[in-house]
């Protein structure tokens, strides 16, 4: 028996099962792809196990006083990565809430002439999906169109260690060759590589009935190095986190909703690729305490961070994984706490410093002036600085050398920290899910 209750739950979870996929290794540039009818079929039975764990009455982490049957869109809150893997993440986050909040012939109305109609599909649920487009919101997509995050990449690909992993790795790679078709065997490329051999596994029987048995684990093993080389950072605010840095706010705001019992969230499920994991296992220490993490999470992988309540009324977050359709959820430990559980209050002050908390701290951090709303802000911050100038020239802006530029340097800074605030104000209807960064799409 459970010595906590459950008060909510934050899940992280990858896409399943899609076709092939490439991106550029430089900077994680992805083109398209297409999720599988198994693809599918995993993110629907995800949707059924948390089902099963958090919203079945009889299960010792049923979500206290949620509504189990009819989804109160007050409760439960879904955020799907709309970004390089196309409609991927988007679909998986439909089929597991499919299977989350399965159709209920509960779904009906009774009208004022005394018919009742049931919803479509014997009463099936629509759950609202927010997507989240790069474009307009860096917080579930960080890493792409980021010149700091790719030159960190570069660094990785140049030092010493990862030299010598490619060295060590040569004669393995070039056993490989034959089965890529022409794909660049490098270590620098080991993402694409070992993808291309996964989706041509599962896929494809010839290739499948080829492979000697050990190659894909020896691919996976050195993918694991290598993404979890670019997706971390030796600083826990370092640029190698930004997969999982810019989500940080939305996952205090929501974490502290959760813990607030006079507000109704509950359930927050935010659907994504394999990167914000690799951030999130790296800056909680849980890739440290547990070595088998420090790499790419199985299509359908999931953590589940649970706010629970204590006896004496404290509440703590646990941390919990599941590898894939075939696993289940296990505890694991984190932030130096081998029980797998941590105060909530702990946890939050751990992650906020490295958060990434808007748009124009994206920029800044990743030396961006044009792209995903950078450019208008520079715009902005520039009519700022000419019109200051405009003032001040009559004087003889000349003989005000260095100290009017400090002073300009600082203004604009204000500046583009104020037009942060009130742009996001502006652009459109904002939820209450906190995130600065976080619209309702139209
Ligand atoms: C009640 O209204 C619904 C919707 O307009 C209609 O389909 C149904 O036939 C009506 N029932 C009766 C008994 O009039
Ligand atoms: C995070 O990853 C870096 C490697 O990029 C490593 O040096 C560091 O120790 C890791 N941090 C923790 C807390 O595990
Ligand atoms: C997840 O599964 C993959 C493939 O079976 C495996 O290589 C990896 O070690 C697993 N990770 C954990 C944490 O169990």
Request: with cysteine.
């Amino acid at each position: 028996m459970s010595d906590s209750k459950v008060l909510g739950v934050l899940i992280l979870a990858r896409h399943g099962d899609r076709q092939g996929f490439y991106q550029s290794p430089t900077s994680y540039t992805p083109t398209a792809t297409k999720i599988t009818p198994l693809g599918n079929r995993e993110e629907f039975l995800l949707g059924q196990y948390l089902r099963a764990r958090y919203l079945n009455a009889s299960s010792p982490t049923f979500i206290s006083n949620v509504n189990a049957s009819i989804v109160d869109p007050n409760q439960v809150l879904v955020r799907a990565d709309a970004g390089g893997e196309g409609g991927v993440i988007l679909q998986s986050a439909m089929s597991l809430t499919q299977g989350l909040f399965p159709a209920d012939a509960d779904y009906n109305t009774t009208l004022a002439n005394g018919t009742t109609v049931q919803g479509p599909l014997d009463g099936y649920q629509y759950v609202s999906i927010e997507s989240v487009e790069p474009n307009n919101d860096i917080s579930l997509e960080g890493w792409t169109s980021c010149s700091a995050f790719d030159k960190s990449t570069q660094e990785f690909y140049q030092s010493p260690e990862f030299k010598q992993k490619a060295t060590e790795s040569q004669s393995f790679l070039s056993q490989l060759a034959r089965f890529l078709d022409g794909r660049p065997v490098t270590l620098d490329n080991m993402w694409n590589i070992f993808d291309f051999m996964n989706v041509r596994n599962i896929h494809d029987q010839e290739f499948h009935n080829n492979l000697p048995p050990t190659f894909l684990q020896q691919a996976r093993h050195l993918a694991n190095y290598h993404e979890y080389g670019v997706f971390s950072d030796k600083e826990l605010n370092g640029i190698g986190n930004i997969a999982f840095r810019t989500t940080i706010p939305s996952v205090v705001k929501n974490l502290n909703s959760i813990a607030n019992d006079t507000d109704p969230l509950k359930f927050v499920y935010y659907a994504t690729a394999y990167k914000p994991f690799l951030s999130l296992f790296n800056m909680t220490g849980v890739a440290q305490m547990n070595p088998d993490l420090a790499g790419i999470v199985n299509y359908a992988g999931t953590v589940a961070l649970e706010v629970r309540q204590l006896a004496d009324s404290s509440k703590v977050v646990r941390f919990n994984f599941k590898n894939g359709t075939e696993d289940t959820y296990k505890r694991y430990p984190f932030m130096g706490s081998s029980s797998g559980e941590v105060p909530l209050e702990q946890f939050i002050q751990h992650l906020q410093p490295a958060a990434i908390n808007s748009t124009a701290d994206w920029c800044t951090v990743c030396g961006n002036d044009k792209d995903r709303g950078c450019g208008a802000l520079a715009l902005a911050a520039s009519q700022a600085q000419e019109s200051i100038h405009q003032k001040i020239s009559p004087v003889g802006a000349g003989v005000l050398g260095a100290g009017l530029t400090l002073f300009v340097a600082i203004v604009m800074l204000l500046v583009l920290s104020f037009l942060g605030l009130v742009a996001f104000g502006k652009k459109g209807k904002r939820r209450s899910i906190g995130s600065v960064t976080s619209y309702e799409k139209a």
